[in-house]
């Protein structure tokens, strides 16, 4: 049910449209309407905004239909995606239901989500995709400099971080300390491309930030 997907079933609704290059099951625009037709979850928003340094999600339903669950996932490249995130769903309801949920390490520079509302009988549709952006720096527990880097990042005030990670867009961790030496981190045997690095201070607040390596 791939091609049911909630913008193009909204906008189904209200206009005809040539459908082609479509798979099987998705190659007219009878063929969408039937798959939108048979969603567990009729969505009516979906927002992302920013709450102090976190991400408040928040969606609400106006009718569910063996609805499972609802699972949020986040990128930061708008192709790569990862889930964060879940929230149960109602399963059955005639009444509008609302949802949140805050994402807490946020990376910074652009965040996209989409909300993947997943069926009973494992089916799934996505929602449209929302962006927010955070200045690079704004959420790190220092200064992470410099930025892109190709040699050593180093980090102000890092007496105040008890564990670090950089972490691909695959969400794989290629590197991980519990050291911060004032030399810095060496990079030069991390591939080239965009990373999140996260940081775990003493109190245990978490922050994330995006580094480009090069």
Known sequence: ML???????S???????????????????ADIEH?????????????ATSESNTTLVAWLTAEERNSAVFEIEHSVTGRAWQKVGETAARGESNDPASYQWIHRNPAGG????????????GTFTYSKIENLEFKIGLLSAGIVYPNPVCDKIHIDSNREIVSLKI????????????????DGI?????????YQIQMITKTGTVHTDRIIIF
Do not use: H, W
């Open 110 to 121: 652009m965040n996209y989500y989409r909300l993947k509302m997943i069926d009973l009988d």
């Open 167 to 182: 972490v691909d867009l695959q969400g794989r961790t290629v590197y991980e300390t519990s050291r911060l030496s004032r």
């Open 11 to 29: 906008f189904l609704g209200s206009v005809s449209a040539v459908v082609s290059g479509n798979g099987s099951g998705c190659q007219s625009q």
């Open 35 to 47: 798959a939108c037709g048979t969603l567990p979850v009729k969505l009516v928003s979906f927002t």
């Open 3 to 9: 091609c049911a997907l909630e913008p193009v079933c």
């Open 186 to 194: 060496s990079v030069d045997r991390i591939a080239a491309g965009a």
